[in-house]
Nanobody, 123 residues
Framework: QVQLVESGGGVVQTGGSLRLSCGYS?????MGWFRQAPGKEREGVAVINTGRGTVYSDSVKGRFTISQDNAKNVLYLQMNSLKPEDTAMYYC????????????????????WGQGTQVTVSS
């Protein structure tokens, strides 16, 4: 079993920045960030694998950066140039399934999930 605990959400104005953190008990092959806005399906935002390879959704590419500190067991999501459409509950997730590329943004193969942290971007 892998425990994941997110933090760092909050309210920020359009154009602002936030950094989300996810503490984990044990690293998995893939670790990532997903989000779900009210009335919408959950979507993959960014993932990172043990080889430091990263994948981003088109909606956040160039604005968000995923990183991992294995010495501290923390996964980060640096979010810059935030937009109102980034408003959502953000979840940290992990899996040992081997996936690559855009497939790794699909949530169905992720086995472990955090409780989520709310990000609200005001216009």
């Amino acid at each position: 079993q892998v425990q994941l605990v997110e933090s760092g959400g909050g309210v920020v104005q359009t154009g602002g920045s936030l950094r989300l953190s996810c503490g984990y008990s044990r690293a998995q092959f893939l670790m990532g960030w997903f989000r779900q806005a009210p009335g919408k399906e959950r979507e993959g935002v960014a993932v990172i694998n043990t080889g430091r390879g990263t994948v981003y959704s088109d909606s956040v590419k160039g604005r968000f950066t995923i990183s991992q500190d294995n010495a501290k067991n923390v996964l980060y999501l640096q979010m810059n140039s935030l937009k109102p459409e980034d408003t959502a509950m953000y979840y940290c997730a992990a899996t040992d399934y081997w996936m690559r590329g855009i497939e790794s943004l699909a949530d169905s193969r992720y086995m472990y999930w955090g409780q989520g942290t709310q990000v609200t971007v005001s216009s």
